[in-house]
């Protein structure tokens, strides 16, 4: 089957540094995205990687390794705003996307 | 560039009637659209993916005769709830994908249906 894991939970202080990570096993791979989720709001996308590595942009960070299965999110500076879901989702053979439960980010002062 | 609405925000309605949710590309032609469903605290649920002039694709579990779709245009899909009952009451979100380059979807805000 396919599957997304990824914290249920994380708490970090503003102005400090937190990754959160995502493992996949899937159909084939297309991608994967990363989301950011206020309460009561859509997704926003937040990045994009296809291929291994790094992508940064701006405060975020997001590093893919498909040999592993795996990904992260780095978030930089964290402000209050940046409490929110963030959801992993992987772009199957069909190009449908699989989502993780998401992880709520709680910033703390 | 690359935004989607979605009509109404948020719909009130008893049980047993209909109700229809409008998901609009509006700067750019979203050859598929994807319908979602997202309960408090869970994540999005894929209810059914709509391709402009055909009939939509439901995931398992979802009643199509119950969450009817229609694509009509490259700017406009609906999704109509019909005799809704309580356990439909629920975040739907659309969101489409007519950019080629990294196939991202762009997420509608979302309407809130509560059903008395």
């Known amino acids: 089957g396919q599957n997304i894991d990824q914290p249920t939970e994380m708490t970090a202080t503003e102005g400090a540094i937190v990754q959160i990570n995502c493992t996949y096993q899937t159909s084939g791979f297309n991608g994967l995205f990363w989301y950011q989720q206020h309460a009561g709001e859509a997704p926003t996308f937040l990045s994009y990687n296809v291929l291994d590595g790094l992508e940064e942009k701006g405060r975020s960070s997001s590093f893919l390794s498909r040999s592993k299965g795996y990904s992260y999110l780095l978030l930089k500076e964290l402000q209050m705003k ?28 | 560039g690359a935004v989607v609405s979605q009509h109404p925000s948020w719909v009130i309605c008893k049980s047993g009637t209909s109700v229809k949710i ?27 993916t709509s391709n402009e002039g055909s009939k939509a694709t439901y995931e398992q579990g979802v009643e199509k005769d119950k969450f009817l779709i229609n694509h009509a245009s ?43």
């Open chain 2, 22 to 48: 409008e998901c609009r590309s509006l700067d750019f032609q979203a050859t598929t659209m994807f319908w979602y469903r997202q309960f408090p605290k869970q994540s999005l649920m894929l209810m059914a």
């Open chain 2, 74 to 116: 490259l700017t406009l899909s609906t999704l109509t709830v019909t005799s809704a009952h309580p356990e439909d009451s629920s975040f739907y979100i659309c969101s489409a994908h007519g950019l080629a380059e990294t196939y991202e979807q762009y997420f509608g805000p979302g309407t809130r249906l509560t059903v008395t």
């Open chain 1, 82 to 109: 940046d409490s929110a879901s963030y959801l992993c989702a992987v772009m199957d053979s069909n190009y449908q996307l699989i989502w993780g439960a998401g992880t709520k980010l709680i910033i703390k002062p």
